[in-house]
């Protein structure tokens, strides 16, 4: 299967059967050396980082609206070892979000926080997939999307309505399989919400919320595959 997916577009997905392989990840068992060599860069660098377990695709594919793949799980540094080689890997990153969508339309997104690898950068509360988002060996997204946003916002979307269908972005820089949730709330309601929660956490994540309000109101630092996903929230096209 490897990577056979459409990039730069966004895709329907009716079906979706992403599994953990329990085999090593061939970059990780290629690269061991490399990869802590630049742990050890990254962590003088930031010392904050914490190599926990995450997983890596070994391959993709998205075909009549199903999107399949096969992942393992990896060090956190064999991923940020990946990031700066990822041109030359046969290997590829899978992550959710949850498009939160508030009562007025709104789009309300997070800014990370600076201690963290994609400081001060704009885009829907997220996390990698990790071992204990897969069940029976296939991966719960949505289970992804509400732990990361309760762990970054406090904010609980599990009950909330949603589309019916998922949608996937593939860029070279990884793919995100994402979902609308729409909140009960106006965004200025939420947005206090959540900087409450932010402010009463000892090590928050983020910085705080970000609303977007419309497909030109854009936010500095908005992660650049934030821009198709709110055109297509706001105006039905990329």
């Known amino acids: 299967m490897e990577f056979d997916i459409p990039r730069n577009v966004i895709l329907p997905v009716d079906h979706l059967d ?21 742990w050890i860069a990254e962590k003088a660098a930031n010392p904050a980082l ?30 940020m070892h990946w990031r700066g080689n990822r041109s030359h890997a046969r290997a590829e990153h899978v992550y959710a979000h949850a498009v939160l969508v508030s009562r007025d339309n709104a789009l309300v997104a997070i800014r990370m926080g600076g201690h963290t ?12 997939f990790e071992p204990s988002d897969f069940r029976d060996g296939l991966v719960d997204v949505d289970f992804n999307m509400a732990r990361e946003v309760e ?21 070279e820089s990884g793919t995100v399989i994402f ?24 090590e928050p994540e983020i910085q705080g919320p970000v609303v977007i309000r ?7 630092g908005l992660k650049p595959h934030m821009l198709p996903l709110v055109r297509w929230h706001f105006t039905g096209t990329e």
């Open 214 to 220: 419309g497909p030109h109101d854009l936010p500095d």
């Open 50 to 79: 914490f190599d926990g377990t995450v997983v890596l695709l070994s391959a993709l594919s998205h075909r009549q609206g199903r999107l399949e793949g096969n992942c393992h799980a990896v060090r956190f540094a064999t991923f």
């Open 179 to 202: 979902r609308r949730y729409f909140l009960d709330r106006d965004a200025d309601e939420l947005a206090e919400t959540i900087s409450a929660f932010v402010a009463s956490d000892p």
């Open 18 to 38: 992403i599994r953990l392989d329990p085999a090593p990840h061939p970059f990780e068992t290629a690269n061991s050396e490399a990869i802590e060599a630049n």
């Open 117 to 128: 690898v994609n400081a001060g950068s704009v885009y829907f509360a997220a996390g990698s």
């Open 151 to 171: 762990e970054e916002t406090g904010l609980e979307i599990s009950r909330a309505r949603r589309d019916e269908r998922y949608h996937a972005l593939s860029l």
